[in-house]
């Protein structure tokens, strides 16, 4: 994951008609569509919802003139775990649903049941969208950005303060990451060789997450003080200056907030 | 361990908001106390190292691998719980907003998971084992051992709860599979503190031989 955050960040800081939006707008359209994703009931109905939004995302995606493979690259990292909670659906009853009739019989007294089947469909549906809306928001606004806008927005000082700071050492991080990487190939030493003893493997992992924690915080302390020595400092965000919406981003949020209601809504009683 | 979004009823994830919340103001207010310009790096760079550590696929069994959690090694470092939730808080944040790894609607119920019970079993496990075993590493190894496991078995009762998941194949599950990684958690966290402890123990909020009151 980490070494894909300076891949990120480059893409957040192209240029579109998306990137150029206020970091504020898209992060709380981003935030309205996935609360509406989640608060859509669990129905087949979703996948209307799911057919209105995710055309909304790929016309986004297409107006932020990035790669397709950059959203599938993205969108594979993150998949595993909410994937795995999806396929195993399909081999369980769930109280949303009264009964239950088996579409396959499988050896082992396995079943595969038809309602399981449609109920992980609509988690799909539903997790599709809110990974997209994820994905879109934070390829098209570099994080420093959103980070000033959740601090416009409300966020405590002393969080973005921090957010910043971690991102800062993120990127130290990554480097560090790759050379640390790049020395342990280069001994032939991987963690998931089995032909090294177990105790060996988890030894030298310890060392090496130990060596890379200081290794970072002595790299943090000498960047932080060449920070406050710039004129940076604990309390340099409370003096960020204002930035009211002007009348056409409140008009776009508006516009924004209304049709994710609309949408969600609309597919609902239309298909009740 | 990190729920995704629409794992969790929207009613059910502002309840885990609500409680999570009540924490972080908690652990905002430690951060407002305690984050000192010398301080700050610390954090910020315990986060990141946390984050990192969380990048790092270890080996399991049958080719499978899972990632560490960091709760225990953040509030054994830090000297406080409040200092796990403070910074797994700004590890969800940005795994949720940037890399859509956990969600939005669910970081209420990922940040009681990871950063309350990951750091409230962490550190007072730690606390209590030091007192009665004597040493810090093995204290500290058992302490994220339970810091691991605990936090999942949270995660499957949530997803029973949800009607997301059936609880005894997730408990079973979950709990099976966090209990290796915990194992190897708690031999990391443990080996991490003994280097943090000989090479810069200034770093350490409680001494590694020393037991907070």
Redesign the interface.
């Known amino acids: 994951m980490i070494e894909l955050l300076a891949s990120i960040e480059r893409d957040a800081g192209g240029s579109s008609i998306i990137h150029g939006i206020d970091a504020r707008i898209k992060l709380l359209v981003s935030i309205a569509v996935i609360v509406a994703a989640v608060a859509y009931p669990y129905a087949v109905s979703v996948y209307w919802f799911g057919l209105l939004f995710g055309g909304v995302l790929v016309i986004l995606w297409a107006a932020s003139r990035l790669s397709p493979r950059t959203y599938l690259q993205r969108f594979l990292m993150v998949l595993p775990f909410g994937f795995f909670l999806i396929v195993f659906q399909i081999f369980f009853k769930n109280p949303h649903y009264e009964s239950f009739s088996p579409l396959f019989v499988l050896p082992a007294g396995m079943t595969i049941w038809t309602e399981s089947v449609e109920f992980a469909s609509i988690l799909m549906v539903k997790f599709v969208i809110c990974i997209s809306c994820v994905i879109l928001l934070s390829s098209t606004t570099p994080i420093h950005d959103l980070l000033r806008g959740a601090r416009r927005l409300g966020l405590p000082s002393v969080v973005v303060l921090s957010l910043g700071m971690m991102v800062r050492y993120l990127f130290v991080f990554a480097g560090m990451y790759d050379r640390v990487g790049a020395a342990l190939a280069a001994k032939n030493f991987h963690p998931l060789d089995a032909s090294l003893p177990y105790r060996y493997r988890i030894r030298t992992l310890g060392y090496t997450i130990g060596m890379f924690f200081i290794r970072s915080y002595e790299q943090g302390e000498r960047t932080y003080a060449c920070m406050l020595s710039r004129g940076y400092g604990a309390d340099c965000l409370d003096a960020l200056p204002p930035k009211p919406f002007t009348a056409p981003e409140r008009a776009a949020l508006l516009f924004s907030f209304l049709f994710v209601v609309a949408g969600a809504v609309g597919c609902w009683v239309m298909t009740a | 361990?990190?729920i995704?979004?629409?794992?969790?009823?929207?009613g059910q994830?502002i309840v885990y908001w609500i409680i999570a919340l009540v924490f972080f103001a908690l652990a905002?207010r430690w951060?407002?106390r305690e984050?000192?310009?010398a301080r700050?790096?610390?954090?910020?760079?315990l986060?990141?190292?946390i984050?990192?550590?969380?990048?790092?696929?270890?080996?399991i069994a049958m080719?499978t691998?899972g990632h560490l959690v960091g709760g225990a090694l953040a509030a054994i470092v830090l000297g406080s719980p409040y200092g796990a939730v403070?910074i797994l808080?700004?590890?969800l944040?940005?795994?949720?907003?940037?890399?859509?790894?956990g969600?939005?609607?669910v970081m209420g119920a990922n940040i009681i998971n990871m950063g309350v019970i990951g750091g409230f079993v962490g550190f007072y496990s730690y606390k209590g084992l030091k007192a009665a075993l004597g040493s810090p590493y093995i204290s500290a190894g058992i302490a994220a051992w339970l810091a691991c496991v605990i936090p999942a078995l949270a995660a499957s009762v949530e997803?029973f709860i949800a009607?997301?998941?059936?609880l005894v194949?997730g408990l079973i599950a979950m709990g099976t599979y966090h209990a290796v990684i915990g194992v190897?958690e708690g031999?990391?966290t443990?080996?991490?503190l003994?280097?943090?402890a000989t090479?810069?123990p200034d770093?350490l909020e409680l001494p590694a031989g020393a037991v907070a009151s």
Do not use: C, W
């Open positions: 361990m990190h995704p979004d629409a794992f969790l009823p929207i994830a905002l951060a407002k984050l000192n310009e700050i790096p610390l954090v910020a760079v986060a990141a190292g984050f990192a550590l969380q990048a790092f696929n270890l080996p080719g691998s403070f808080t700004l590890v944040i940005i795994q949720g907003f940037i890399f859509g790894d969600g939005i609607t997803l009607g997301t998941f059936p194949p190897i031999a990391i443990a080996i991490a003994y280097l943090i090479v810069r770093i």
